[in-house]
């Protein structure tokens, strides 16, 4: 047997792996806390969701069925597009733009609340259905305190009296994972980092503490501790408070810790469901073998019976990590950075704030490095640092060799061209009134790229330097174009 395989595992050892990366809670339990004569919390009958665009009418969601009861976890999974968001904004009453429900119920606690007037969805809305949305730059409003926005749903609800307001807000912060609760509460969104706003979000939805939480990707900015923290808090609001939970997420391995029932969409249909760990262990649709198959819990389960049958390294161990190994030109290299923040309001001594400490790294060219670490640990101030978008405190960053701190306005434009970034959230980043289009020619206009004059000066610069065109390649321009603030 190689060193370097994917191991062929029977359907035996694969049936353990799986129990070992499911839950407790997602096996069959013994004593059902819905038996088939309760009342479903939420029944989606034949539920069809369409849209208009320009070349006419599109499906979204196609005959879906789902039933949930008080207490249930059930999870949606599937990739985007499958109808999953989709799903879950038909059920809350707020479908985008053009969207409407064709066909189908929707019935809530043993109301029929497919076609609800304004008023009767408010009045559901938080006290019967929370919701916590899967993107919190644009869920949070920027110009409002963090605090005001939790007490807004505690008041809108009539959770509790005004007066006793300001001490629930810093209460339910608390239980979603925000430490110093009570100072973040005075803060605004951009103060917060990815996380931080996700929880936020999540303090909101679980406010009025209601009977069906419907949680879109209420993770996937968290840190893995901080998931666990969260998703274990609306585990103990399940079982105490006899909340049911809907979540949507691409995640299978979230969906098979946590949920008991599982069901599978794609391109707008359910293609299988039932108990998660059934589904996890016996996949019946080509889609849904898909999905076990890439789900990086049981990825790590795989490798790990492999180390015991004797196989040092995996296929799925070398992805992305062999590349490069042998390199050793560092194209950034960073050196005692540090980076300290001014807070508002704060006492005199305690009014700075450390959010990067004396960090150096490098990354050789050619290869990856992941940086890793909790919200608010200070990764994307440091990558913002390393991209010129912050200036360092204390402490250097070096491009190819060349200090960009000491770069002038032409030199930091040329560095542009080389060094760009993947943001965190693309509804903060792309701009709403440009077309997609618009949006990708943008920089190939400003840099000159892929016109014949770029072409000649990336051969040129080639030739002189021994490198790859793509690798030495700065735009022709060397300035920045004059361009008009939109």
């Known amino acids: 047997m190689s060193e370097t395989n994917t191991p062929q595992l029977s359907d035996k050892e694969m049936e353990e792996i799986v129990e070992r990366a499911v839950a407790p809670s997602a096996a069959p339990a013994s004593s059902d806390i819905h038996p088939d004569d309760a009342q479903p919390l939420l029944k989606i009958t034949d539920l069809e969701v369409t849209f208009t665009s320009s070349t006419g009418v599109v499906p979204a969601v196609r005959g879906a069925n789902l039933t949930i009861y008080p207490g249930q976890t059930v999870a949606i ?9 989709t799903t879950a904004a038909a059920v809350i009453g707020l479908l985008p733009g053009t969207g409407k429900v064709a066909g189908g119920t929707i019935e809530f606690d043993g109301q029929d609340i497919t076609n609800l007037s304004t008023n009767e969805w408010v009045a559901l809305r938080g006290s019967g259905i929370g919701l916590v949305p899967q993107d919190p730059m644009s869920n949070l409003n920027p110009v409002l305190r963090v605090g005001y926005q939790v007490k807004e749903a505690l008041l809108a609800n009539n959770v509790v009296p005004r007066s006793e307001a300001g001490q629930r807000v810093t209460a339910l912060l608390e239980e979603a994972g925000l430490p110093d609760a009570e100072r973040r509460a005075k803060q605004y969104p951009h103060e917060f980092s990815g996380g931080m706003r996700q929880r936020a979000l999540i303090a909101i939805g679980m406010a009025a503490h209601p009977k069906l939480l419907i949680a879109d990707e209420p ?4 840190d893995v501790t901080v998931q666990r923290r969260i998703l274990d808090h609306l585990g103990k609001l399940t079982s105490e408070m006899g909340t049911a939970v809907l979540f949507i997420t691409h995640d299978l391995g979230l969906a098979a810790e946590r949920a008991e029932q599982l069901v599978v969409m794609h391109r707008g249909r359910i293609v299988e469901s039932g108990p998660a760990l059934e589904i996890l262990q016996h996949p019946q649709h080509p889609y849904t073998k898909r999905l076990v198959s890439a789900a990086p819990s049981l990825a790590s389960a795989r490798i790990e019976s492999a180390h015991k049958q004797g196989i040092k390294v995996t296929d799925e161990e070398l992805v992305g990590a062999g590349k490069g190994a042998t390199s050793t030109d560092a194209i950034i290299r960073v050196e005692n950075l540090t980076k300290e923040f001014d807070i508002r309001g704060a006492k005199k001594g305690q009014d700075t704030f450390l959010a990067v400490d004396d960090v150096s790294f490098e990354l050789r060219r050619g290869t990856t490095l992941a940086v890793v670490g909790e919200s608010g640990s200070g990764k994307s101030t440091a990558a913002n640092m390393v991209l010129q978008l912050l200036k360092p405190t204390k402490g ?17 434009f040329r560095l542009r061209r080389r060094l760009q970034a993947v943001f965190q959230n693309p509804y ?12 990708i020619e943008e920089p190939l206009k400003i840099h000159g790229y892929g016109t014949l004059e770029y072409a000649r000066a990336e051969i040129k610069r080639a030739e002189a330097t021994g490198r790859e065109p793509e690798e030495s390649g700065c735009a022709s321009s060397s300035r920045p174009p004059t361009r008009s603030v939109r």
């Open 219 to 222: 993770t996937s900015a968290l």
């Open 77 to 85: 999974v599937g990739e985007s597009g499958s109808g999953k968001s």
């Open 396 to 412: 250097k960053v070096y491009f190819d060799g060349e200090d960009t701190s000491q770069m002038s306005e032409a030199e930091l």
């Open 428 to 439: 903060g980043s792309l701009d709403p009134m440009f077309s997609i289009y618009r949006l």
